[in-house]
């Protein structure tokens, strides 16, 4: 049955009775109760680690941390808490802390892994942002990037091979999207290869080469991992292909220096708004568009230019991606939510135009893109792997990343590598 | 109007009690001889199980000259698995069941270390030479234990459907080498296979 409506001023009609307009009066009031209550329970929209990322930003990691220590904990925003700090400690070298942080946000994920009819119901009513962040697909992919270096820094092959099959998982069920990642790519091979997984490795390399303009980039490797892994046939083929490439060293000779570098800052996703009626507003998550500067690495042995194999991401690209892989979700979740506040806001207005203009209001102003996301993650990713003679060797590593004539990133002096030994280093600069 | 308000009304209701039901904690005491899974992983009834299948069955090996007692090195376990697992809880508990039946010695490669930073503390003249353990004495191994746990997973194709089912299939396999000869003197392998479903929708 429905209700009648109270009388608006200026407009003739049949006065309802004033029990009846009491009753509507009241209902009017308990559904704007029950919705400031859902509203409020949904919380703001505001981004949860904005102080973390400036004081990382600035330089200031020990600060970062220390704010993420202080500030208030929720279950919402627990998963991007946890990828804050496992970034942050591996950045200041604390890889077993960071592995601690990175495994916690993995549980976190798993536990998560169901729909949540709560979750729903609050975001249906409110916006995303009162949802639990669960990351996007390539955040997801990326703590396992971060697993896998920090186990490779720690000596820890054999985990950091178990992580290489967890992304492993991201990419088959996220593949398209996540295609552009060399890195992690590259990153899971090296995890395997390092791990004595010599077919896992090769097989990750074949994929590898499929992203490449050319498979003689990676020839070193596919030689190497097919020679192990005792396909022969193959081991000849990239064997020709090295006598032809810059990499003319015998892999079975080398030593080799392997340097993670993180290179800048991803932007955080920015909120675009849609006009679909006066007062009904579309809000999406989207990244900008900004020109990303791919660094080139100059790596110097000894006075000399020393060979290197580089596999960088350009992070806004597969977030982007994985960003728009979630569109058509996105978009039935913000058609529901417009059609469900347009209805209670049209059913209330019915009733009480003044309380219905006001949550209509309200529900304009509440919808808001949800633009949380990891913010101290860095622009690029790159993997430099150095072949080197066995021996002591002084390494400069240059970055020629728009800065005139480059400048010096790293300079190892005194590093002596034997035979078939692989160092890892990391560095992240600005 | 009525239904719309019913239903906010009863949602907010529906979350209060969650969540004062959700606050009770309780704990209680697991037998652990008997099996108990949460989930389709890993966990420690398929480490007793594979603990005692394979030291049942190395205790049964009658081909390794038992009036000797073999002496045996144990390398650890590599995970090939996808999940964190710790397979130093399996060689251990493997080593102990073996010891306690009497047939076997071990040679404890994790304190090699431990026995050298101690040497190395004795030899400066800090210990009475008499009390000294003599160097160049320890056992050198008969046999190399060694083995690899390896996990295949599939999940459920994605439907319609009200839960999400996944398999595992894990398997260890354990080799005895003898060192001399590069012989593999004995071998066996225990598999697990399970599926398990967990809700796509909940609270």
Redesign the interface.
Known sequence: ???PNPPLPGVAGVSPTSAQTNAGSR?SR??LF??L??LL?GGCASMPNDGVRQAFLQGQPEAALAQLDQQEHSTRNALLELLERGLILHNLGKYEDSTKAF?KAEKKLDEW??????DQ?KTLVTSDWAGIYKGEYSERLWIHSYQMMNYLLLGDP??A??EA??A??VLDGHGDSLKKDLFTRALIALSFESAG?YNDAFIEYRKLADLLPTEKLIARELYWTALRSGITSAAEKYRAMLSTSKMKTDPDELGEIIIFVAHGVLPQKQPADLLVAPDIRISFPQYPLVDTVKPRYIVEADGRRAQVEETTTLLLDVAREALHARGKQMLAKQAARASLKH??AH?LK??NEAAGQILSLLFFLLEEADTRGWSTLPETLSLLRIPLAPGTHDIVVTAKDGTPNGRKILQLDGVTIERGQRLFRKLRID | ??S??KG??L??AA?VV?LTLGGCATTRTLDPNQETHYDANYDFSDKKKIVDKLAASLLSINTLSPEKKPIILIYPI???????ISTSGITDDIRLALIRSGKFRFINEAQRTNIQREARYQSKGYVDPAQRFQQGKQLGADYILSGALRSI?KKQQKQIRLTKKKMVYYSLNLELTNPTTGEIAWADKVELAREAS??????
């Open positions: 049955m429905i209700e209902k308990r559904l029950v919705l209550l859902l329970l495994l892994d169901y729909v949540s009819v709560s119901a054999e985990k091979a178990v099959r967890m492993l998982k997984k209805n209670l059913e019915k009733e | 109007m009525r719309i308000l906010l009304t949602a907010v979350s969650t590599a995970n090939e698995t996808s999940e964190h997973e967990r809700p796509i929708i909940g609270w």
